[in-house]
């Protein structure tokens, strides 16, 4: 899943999710009376897709129950506990997510983690693509922290109905054809504003920034907050001002309906049909389909996304050493990051496969999604995964990319100017990477 990061949420099911991951949570599985079912418990954020196969995972293990916790809730919530858990040495669920640009700051405590090649993880290897398998490791290749779940890719969803009410075209290899560039995505924001459809034509600044920065860092430096050294390079590197003035570009042509990103607002706004366009990794459909209800399928579509594509979210499963269960958790995150795990969620929920054998199969490359009127999701999402250019994320990439999102918003809102903004940017992310 994204970042985020990511990746379905319900204001019902953020706030039983808010519930489920309080500190005062028991975490992880009890002990089971003598000779009774364990309980395993996966502490997930968004929507992983898993579900079908926890049923499926028990019918053949019948000694084994799943429970899941987190689904639906937002990243922000979710790491800050998972943290805690980990510190206090209990809480945890015996599988938890972790989502990409956490996972360096997990790395640097490997010990609260069960390293997974010491229990024949070494053999999977070849079911990953390379740099997600790596990015499971510690830099000297010692310690496995996690088996990835999925990628990101990227595009860009629409409402055809919304596009039809405003003269534009609907069909999606006209509508990726209007917009090669950003400047061209501006260009149709505005002629889509003057129509006057009561409708934004995009959601939020700050997905949009999180697409650009990762498309400019993977098509440059290969890193945007941070450096590969884990120098604080905000207010250095291009690529993070060049996406920042991009997103100023957009929101000063007044294109965003400013709603915040996971908010309640911003659910509602799906119900409603209120905008038009949001940037669309693999993983954020299962999130629209969600959010936009039954009465809303067959109005979505799905675009080629303006720039030069990229990846924006994905994430690996790990286990906690507080697991009362971790023969059992290893076998059971084994099972849904394997090829045949990861094509369910990808059917579930939308997460993009990391395994090439998973992108490979027909269940993935002939895959469409009925929701999106039919839109190829496997040739759109899967035939440039193979060849993503993963961005690099420094140790306290989440708490910095916050405070430059919190900027965005800022200006988006109209609370400060767009040098301000950048200023707020920089300023407030080195505080963060400070504590």
């Keep these: 899943m994204g970042v985020m990061p990511r990746r379905r949420l319900a204001a019902v099911a953020l706030v039983a999710a808010t519930a489920l991951l309080a500190p005062t949570a028991c975490g992880g599985s009890d002990e089971p009376a003598e000779g009774g079912p364990i309980t395993l418990t996966v502490d997930v954020f968004g929507q992983f897709g898993y579900e079908e196969l926890y049923r499926e995972y028990e019918s053949t293990h019948p000694g084994i129950k799943i429970v899941e916790r987190g689904t639906g809730g937002n990243l922000d919530e979710y790491s800050p506990k998972l943290t805690q858990w980990l510190a206090a040495g209990k809480g945890a669920g015996d599988v938890v997510a972790i989502e990409e640009g956490l996972m360096v700051e997990y790395k640097a405590n490997p010990q609260h983690f069960v390293n997974l090649l010491d229990h024949g993880a070494d053999a999977l290897k070849g079911n990953f693509l390379e740099w997600k398998w790596n990015q499971g490791l510690t830099a000297d290749g010692k310690h496995l922290i996690g088996l990835g779940t999925d990628v990101g890719g990227m595009a860009m969803c629409y409402r055809k109905d919304l596009f039809a009410k405003a003269g534009l075209p609907t069909a999606r290899d006209e509508v990726s054809k209007l917009w090669p560039t950003w400047a061209d995505y501006i260009r149709v924001g505005e002629q889509f504003t ?242």
């Design 194 to 435: 003057a129509k006057k459809t009561g409708a934004s034509f995009l959601d939020a600044g700050t997905n949009i920034f999180n697409t650009i920065v990762l498309q400019t860092a993977g098509g440059g430096p290969g890193y945007h907050y941070y450096d590969t050294s884990d120098k604080l390079v905000v207010d250095s590197n291009p690529a993070v001002r060049q996406a920042w003035d991009t997103t100023m570009d957009i929101v000063d042509s007044g294109l965003s309906g400013k709603y915040g990103s996971w908010s309640e607002e911003w659910v509602s706004a799906f119900k409603q049909a209120k905008f038009a366009t949001i940037a669309c990794p693999a993983w954020m459909t299962g999130v629209i389909e969600g959010n936009a209800g039954p009465t809303a399928k067959g109005q979505w579509d799905i675009a080629r996304v303006p720039g030069d594509g990229g990846n924006w979210g994905g994430s690996h499963l790990a286990v906690p050493k507080q697991s009362k269960h971790q023969a059992e958790a290893i076998e059971l995150a084994k099972f849904l990051t394997s090829a045949k795990g990861q094509i369910g969620a990808f059917k579930a929920k939308g997460p993009l496969p990391s395994s090439p054998q998973a992108l490979a199969d027909p269940a993935i490359v002939d895959s469409k999604n009925p929701y999106f009127s039919d839109a190829p999701v496997g040739q759109i999402f899967a035939e440039g995964a193979k060849t993503l250019k993963p961005v690099y994320m420094g140790p306290k990439n989440q708490a910095v990319r916050t405070e430059v999102e919190n900027a965005v918003r800022t200006v988006e809102l109209g609370q400060r100017s767009p040098e301000e903004g950048w200023k707020d940017a920089v300023n407030n992310a080195k505080k963060a990477a400070d504590k």
